[in-house]
């Protein structure tokens, strides 16, 4: 999985990760259904771990 050196997790890591195209995820960004990122200054976006797992189990459906 691809990370900075700030343990920040890059996009095309998410990407792959949750199964989803990057036209898909920003769709779902749009919405504010996405996982929680930073944006830099040069527009790309980071992760970390910690808030792309709350998303995950935010996704868990209760029947």
Do not use: H
Not at 11 to 34: C, D, N, Q, T
Not at 40 to 57: C, E, I, S, V, Y
């Amino acid at each position: 999985m691809t990370t900075t050196a700030a343990g920040f997790l890059k996009l095309p890591a998410v990407l792959e990760e949750i199964g989803m195209s990057r036209a898909a995820f920003y769709r779902m960004r749009a919405r504010g259904k996405a996982p929680k990122c930073r944006k830099l200054p040069n527009g790309q976006l980071r992760f970390k771990r910690a808030d792309l797992d709350t998303w995950w189990d935010a996704q868990e459906e209760t029947r």
